[in-house]
């Protein structure tokens, strides 16, 4: 059974400060990683990926793969009260031709203005 | 990006009634994806509807339960079949972008949901 942890918050961080949201998954062939972003009563948008060892900058957004203890995280720099949301991580265990994805419970952030 | 159309984006039902989700793509697509999102919990994959062939059903889901029609490459339907309060829940369609690609593998789109409550 493949499993996708995520702490379900709520996370509260002033603005302006920086919020660290994190996953672990328990498969080990998990080649891609994503993180959604989903605001309350709106379909799940993509906001970063990541497939490779280290870190990965788009913007505020920062997200970071470590597959040897099988854990992502994402970070988000200069928090806005827009990036209010729910943070949901995916993994997709193989290439892409299969494009099943195993979801976390997601992390709801709260940015305080 | 493909523009996804879902309807109804919310509906109440009565238990034992079924309720039939359409999802229309503005692209040709050969798979199409179904996912559940119960309240609280993460998206969850129903099945895969690929034109031309039965759907393919994750475990824990079943044709009897959820019957997917695929007529054409823009268009699919999710029924939910005698349904319970249980059955609660936003419904959501998904492609992936051809052409798009994050770390070498397809981005997916979703449509805004369809939102249930069955009393």
């Known amino acids: 059974q493949k499993e996708v942890e995520q702490n379900s918050g709520p996370l509260s961080v002033p603005e302006g400060a920086i919020a660290s949201l994190n996953c672990t998954y328990s498969?080990?062939?998990?080649?891609?990683f994503f993180w959604y972003r989903q605001y309350s009563g709106k379909s799940p948008e993509l906001i970063m990926s990541?497939?490779?060892?280290g870190d990965k900058e788009d913007g505020r957004f920062t997200a970071q793969l470590n597959k040897a203890s099988q854990y992502v995280s994402l970070l988000i720099r200069d928090s806005q009260p827009s990036d209010s949301a729910t943070y949901l991580c995916?993994?997709?265990?193989?290439?892409?031709?299969?494009?099943?994805?195993?979801f976390g419970k997601g992390t709801l952030l709260t940015v305080n203005p | 990006s493909a523009v996804i159309s879902q309807k109804p984006s919310r509906d109440i039902c009565q238990r034992g009634t079924s309720l039939t989700i359409q999802c229309q793509v503005d692209?040709?697509?050969?798979?199409m994806f179904w996912y559940r999102q119960q309240p609280g919990q993460s998206l969850t994959l129903i099945a895969t509807?690929?034109?031309?062939?039965?759907?393919?059903?994750e475990s824990g889901f079943v044709i009897d339960k959820f019957p997917i029609s695929r007529p054409n490459l823009t268009f699919s339907t999710l029924t939910v079949s005698n349904m319970s309060p249980e059955d609660s829940s936003i419904y959501l369609c998904?492609?992936?972008?051809?052409?798009?690609?994050?770390?070498?593998?397809?981005?997916?789109?979703f449509g805004a949901g369809s939102r249930l409550t069955v009393l």
């Open positions: 498969d080990r062939v998990s080649q891609s």
């Open positions: 998904s492609v992936p972008n051809w052409g798009e690609t994050h770390s070498g593998a397809n981005v997916l789109t």
């Open positions: 692209s040709q697509v050969t798979m």
């Open positions: 990541i497939y490779s060892n």
């Open positions: 509807a690929n034109q031309g062939s039965e759907a393919t059903y």
């Open positions: 995916a993994v997709m265990s193989s290439g892409g031709s299969n494009y099943k994805l195993t």
